[in-house]
């Protein structure tokens, strides 16, 4: 399917001009861009780097003055594109990442663009979650924030999907900065997980449900306080669930992780 789309979008540009047809031209290059950061074959490197020369032709067009919705749009997305750029400098990637968001935010409002509001602040948040330079519980805290911001608008019931991946990268960054469970921070990190997993079923989402559980697995193993081997064994749980859908050849980082956690 997005084989297909990434032609129909190339026979497009073959009649779109950047001179004659500004908004038709860079709301193509903008499709165009998501269609290869959606790719799932091939060089993803490659890939994201075409996502990325598709975002920035895009923007020659798309001004803050004359399509000010269209440029924050596509700056979130090309944020979003520097964040999974798996090549390069990871914290110059980063860097980009939160420059592209924070722009976007310039223009999505919480009271006039909610939902756009809440998306930005989502990849925002994912993007310092993951900066690994600076003040490390600095930037997790900023992440935090950025979460807690997008978490206010998603609904449950509206934005299932959106909802839930704030919840699993809340989970993330409270787990990050766990120093110990008195903290509360591992007890916060498992509620967000399991409130992702109230979507990502095994059925519907295997491998979001599959990298969760090991996530999950991670907090439960760490546990301090009760029962230590009621707590080991919830972990030996959720590293098996995990391993029933995740493969070393689908996600190979998540399945050699696993393993070394359900041996230990």
């Known amino acids: 399917n997005l084989r297909k789309a990434i032609e129909h979008q ?5 009649v779109f001009t950047k001179e004659n047809d500004a908004l038709l031209w860079g709301n193509t290059q903008h499709f165009l861009g998501l269609a290869f950061v959606s790719l799932p074959e091939g060089d993803r490197a490659a890939n994201i780097l075409r996502a990325i020369e598709c975002y920035e032709a895009a923007l020659e067009v798309f001004t803050r003055q004359d399509y000010p919705t269209e440029w924050a749009t596509t700056k979130n997305s090309l944020g979003t594109a520097w964040r999974i750029l798996p090549k390069g400098d990871k914290a110059e990637n980063l860097i980009k990442s939160i420059d592209c ?6 223009v999505f409002t919480r009271e006039k663009s909610p939902i ?4 930005t602040q989502s990849d925002l948040g994912h993007a ?3 900066l690994p330079t600076g003040d490390r519980a600095a930037n997790l805290n900023k992440a935090i924030r ?3 911001a997008a978490l206010q608008e998603f609904s449950r019931t509206d934005e299932p999907i959106p909802w839930a991946y704030a919840q699993e990268a809340m989970g993330m960054a409270t787990h990050r900065l766990a120093v110990n469970e008195q903290s509360g921070s591992l007890a916060k990190a498992r509620e967000c997980y399991e409130s992702a997993l109230e979507v990502f079923t095994k059925q519907d989402h295997p491998t979001d449900w599959g990298r969760i559980q090991c996530s999950l697995g991670q907090v439960w193993a760490e546990l301090t306080l009760g029962d230590r081997k009621t707590n080991l064994r919830k972990a030996i749980d959720c ?8 493969s070393r050849q689908s996600d190979p980082n998540t399945w050699a992780y696993t393993q070394n956690s359900l041996a230990a």
Not at 101 to 106: K, V
Not at 116 to 119: E, H, N, Y
């Open 128 to 130: 310092w979650l993951n």
């Open 116 to 119: 756009a509001w809440a998306v």
């Open 239 to 246: 590293y098996r669930a995990s391993l029933e859908v995740v």
């Open 146 to 148: 950025c979460l807690q």
């Open 10 to 14: 190339k026979v497009a540009l073959q």
């Open 101 to 106: 968001h924070e722009a976007a935010l310039q």
